[in-house]
């Protein structure tokens, strides 16, 4: 079962280096990191192809492209927890114009904010259907043309809410765990296939993933705080982490302080430290336990 999808046997620092007419797919590439990592890939020659949920803000993707003069050869509007849309998106880029090279995942929403106690079940399944069965789409789509290439990665979102549980995240850091979860056990799977497999756990990221949420002042101060960093310097640390085959990537505002407090602390010590650090802005004080 597993030689099925091995094809052949290469180091694991034969990577990809060079984006230049590559065919690199990225979702959610109408704001924030996606748009970001349309930039940057666009600068390094790629040809690009592009799916957004939104019409109006992927144009305005494009519009940039355009005056840079980048090559965007394909671009889409579907919800990318739309199985059959994926797998026709896919099937046309390696009709019209040949195998991706690059795939990355980055649509997503964010959860609803609230205490899992009064989150409706239909929110914990939006949530999974975009950010992790529309991950898993992308994957499952594209992957016969990534293995059929000589290279090929493969990019996933997860978040540093995939690296420790959040209060009043429940059903994003759900999300984000089964992102994680999926995307280091296909790296095991792929670890001698042409293709490299790259979890990111993005910090604080400066984008608009939370507009969706109604506006108050606790959540203006998180944002403030918290969305910080520049996708632009994200999109540059993910294209270093596929040149150099790093299969985690971590970056960005409170990024370094999750991942080492997921790894050196116990369970009990990562609940103190977050609530005492989350309990103005996003919960209730829990009863004594």
């Given amino acids: 079962m597993f030689r099925s999808i091995v094809h052949g046997s ?4 034969d990577r990809m280096k060079n984006f230049a007419n590559k065919i ?44 840079l003069n980048y090559s965007c050869i394909h671009h889409a509007v579907f919800d990318v ?14 009709r019209d114009h040949g195998k991706a090279s690059v795939v990355i995942n980055n649509a997503g929403i964010a959860g609803s904010a609230e205490l899992s ?5 239909d929110i914990y399944r939006r949530v999974m259907d975009i950010n992790f069965y529309g991950m898993l789409y992308g994957c499952k789509a594209f992957m016969d043309q990534l293995l059929e290439n000589e290279e090929g990665a493969i990019v996933n979102m997860s978040s540093i809410y995939g690296l420790m549980g959040v209060p009043r995240n429940t059903d994003y850091c759900a999300s984000k ?12 799977e792929l ?15 400066k984008t608009n993933i939370l507009s969706s949420l109604p506006g108050n002042k606790q959540l203006g101060k998180f944002k403030d705080r918290f969305l910080t ?31 080492l407090g997921s790894r050196l602390l116990s369970k009990r010590s990562q609940d ?3 609530w005492k650090r989350f309990r103005k802005i996003l919960v209730d004080k829990p009863a004594n336990r």
């Fill in 10 to 13: 290469k180091n694991q620092t």
């Fill in 24 to 67: 690199v797919v990225i979702t959610g590439a109408g704001s924030g990191i996606g748009r970001a990592l349309a930039l940057a890939f666009g600068k390094l020659g790629a040809k690009l192809v592009l799916n957004d949920y939104s019409e109006t803000t992927l144009n305005e993707t494009l519009e940039k492209l355009r005056a």
């Fill in 81 to 94: 927890s739309d199985e059959a849309a994926m797998f026709g998106f896919a099937a046309d880029i390696k």
């Fill in 117 to 121: 106690v009064n989150t409706p079940i």
């Fill in 177 to 188: 765990f089964a992102v994680r979860g999926y995307t280091e056990a296909l790296s095991v």
């Fill in 191 to 205: 670890y001698q296939s042409p293709v490299s497999v790259h979890c990111v756990h993005p910090g604080g990221i």
């Fill in 229 to 259: 960093t520049p996708p632009e310097d994200l999109a540059a640390r993910i294209i270093k982490g596929i040149v150099k085959n790093e299969p985690r990537i971590v970056y960005g505002n409170q990024s370094f302080g999750a991942w």
């Fill in 272 to 274: 103190k430290i977050l």
